[in-house]
């Protein structure tokens, strides 16, 4: 299937989100990787290379374990591919840079929670992350090692138990404020090994009080912090899903382009637009005046800002035409300007 990968830093707080950063994944060129790992001496196996012809995607596969495994051996090679890991990494050190006082936390989903990312995070950049982990993830008890699913199951029957018997409860309901709204969860949260990853602070959520629904795993690098601020922190990360979603209304996967780029740029301009349309909900004055004249009340979502802005425009457009009218002008007449600026004849 053909599509491009877009990777974003996006900022988030309870009163507005935009994205900030952004860089299109691009598939590794074999050949180039090949080439560059045999330059720098590291050995290929004999035996896979028949991948390339009987199996490319498991020769694909066997040349970026090689690749991700001797990095830290020679640094070097980091170069010769951009991986979604990678891009990350450098969206969320540039911004670092220009920004060295603002040691805002960092929030992901799964996929982006190993242990390479993690630690880049926690020992280069020093920043506060709260990642996600899947109920495969393994954590390491006194007991041995289990999975995130086991344990959970372990400690929803404890809690089940203390509430029959009045005993004490192992989740503990809290309350977040997100987006001005008020959500409760129900949520474990201790400190705990997990595997591959270290010491972190793991909370564990349910929404129903009677943990009938399939929980939620959390994990940061603070182990002072609590579960609600752990969970309001996590749940700062669905803007990012929101945007490539509604950008895709302003036009950020319709577009008719090869050349990268120009889907860079194009992107860049339906990024634009969002954060303009995010900044109008912020305007008193804009609000009022699309309130006053097109009689509406301004609230929800970004879609309906676009909706509201395209109404405006619209009205805007009626009075041009309607004063051009009134001062005895012809409709040819009001409209050859604009004709003119969009032809660009």
Same mark, same amino acid.
Request: charged share 20%; aromatic share 10%; glycine share 4%.
């Given at each position: 299937?053909?599509? %491009?990968?877009?990777?974003?830093?996006?900022?988030?707080?309870?009163?507005?989100?935009? *994205?900030?950063?952004?860089?299109?994944?691009? *598939?590794?060129?074999?050949?180039?990787?090949? @080439?560059?790992?045999?330059?720098? #001496?590291?050995?290929?196996?004999?035996?896979?290379?028949?991948?390339?012809?009987?199996?490319?995607?498991?020769?694909?596969?066997?040349?970026?374990?090689?690749?991700?495994?001797?990095?830290?051996?020679?640094?070097?090679?980091?170069?010769?591919?951009?991986?979604?890991?990678?891009?990350?990494?450098?969206?969320?050190?540039?911004?670092?840079?220009?920004?060295?006082?603002?040691?805002?936390?960092?929030?992901?989903?799964?996929?982006?929670?190993?242990?390479?990312?993690?630690?880049?995070?926690?020992?280069?950049?020093?920043?506060?992350?709260?990642?996600?982990?899947?109920?495969?993830?393994?954590?390491?008890?006194?007991? $041995?090692?289990?999975?995130?699913?086991?344990?959970?199951?372990?400690?929803?029957?404890? %809690?089940?138990?203390?509430?029959?018997?009045?005993?004490?409860?192992?989740? %503990?309901?809290?309350?977040?404020?997100?987006?001005?709204?008020?959500?409760?969860?129900?949520?474990?949260?201790?400190?705990?090994?997990?595997?591959?990853?270290?010491?972190?602070?793991?909370?564990?959520?349910?929404?129903?009080?009677?943990?009938?629904?399939?929980?939620?795993?959390?994990?940061?690098?603070?182990?002072?912090? @609590?579960?609600?601020?752990?969970?309001?922190?996590?749940?700062?990360?669905?803007?990012?899903?929101?945007?490539?979603?509604?950008?895709?209304?302003?036009?950020?996967?319709?577009?008719?382009?090869?050349?990268?780029?120009?889907?860079?740029? %194009?992107?860049?301009?339906?990024?634009?637009?969002?954060?303009?349309?995010?900044?109008?909900?912020?305007?008193?004055?804009?609000?009022? #005046?699309? @309130?006053?004249?097109?009689?509406?009340?301004?609230?929800?979502?970004?879609?309906?800002?676009?909706?509201?802005?395209?109404?405006?425009?619209?009205?805007?457009?009626?009075?041009?035409?309607?004063?051009?009218?009134?001062? $005895?002008?012809?409709? @040819?007449?009001?409209?050859?300007?604009?004709?003119?600026?969009?032809?660009?004849?």
């Amino acid at each position: 299937m053909w599509a %491009h990968d877009l990777v974003t830093l996006h900022y988030s707080d309870d009163d507005t989100d935009y *994205p900030l950063r952004f860089q299109l994944w691009k *598939p590794v060129d074999l050949a180039k990787l090949e @080439q560059g790992l045999r330059a720098v #001496q590291v050995p290929l196996k004999a035996s896979k290379e028949a991948l390339k012809e009987t199996a490319p995607d498991k020769w694909r596969g066997y040349l970026l374990g090689v690749w991700q495994r001797q990095q830290k051996k020679q640094p070097e090679i980091q170069a010769l591919y951009d991986s979604k890991m990678t891009i990350a990494q450098d969206l969320l050190e540039q911004w670092v840079k220009e920004n060295p006082n603002l040691k805002l936390p960092v929030t992901f989903d799964n996929w982006f929670t190993q242990p390479a990312f993690c630690r880049f995070l926690d020992q280069t950049l020093h920043l506060p992350y709260v990642g996600t982990l899947a109920d495969t993830d393994k954590v390491n008890l006194k007991t $041995g090692q289990t999975t995130l699913k086991a344990f959970a199951a372990r400690l929803k029957q404890e %809690h089940l138990e203390a509430v029959k018997q009045g005993g004490q409860m192992v989740f %503990h309901k809290i309350t977040i404020t997100y987006k001005r709204t008020s959500e409760v969860y129900y949520s474990y949260c201790q400190t705990h090994h997990i595997h591959n990853i270290g010491k972190q602070r793991l909370v564990i959520n349910y929404r129903q009080a009677d943990l009938s629904d399939n929980p939620t795993y959390f994990i940061s690098n603070q182990l002072i912090w @609590q579960a609600a601020g752990i969970t309001r922190i996590r749940r700062h990360r669905w803007p990012v899903e929101v945007y490539h979603e509604e950008g895709k209304a302003e036009g950020l996967d319709q577009y008719q382009l090869r050349d990268f780029s120009a889907i860079e740029r %194009h992107v860049a301009l339906v990024a634009v637009v969002y954060s303009l349309l995010r900044a109008a909900q912020q305007d008193p004055d804009l609000r009022d #005046q699309l @309130q006053g004249q097109l009689k509406v009340k301004l609230e929800g979502s970004t879609a309906f800002w676009r909706r509201a802005v395209q109404a405006q425009s619209l009205w805007c457009l009626g009075l041009f035409i309607s004063a051009g009218l009134a001062q $005895g002008h012809t409709l @040819q007449q009001v409209m050859a300007p604009l004709i003119k600026t969009i032809c660009g004849a």
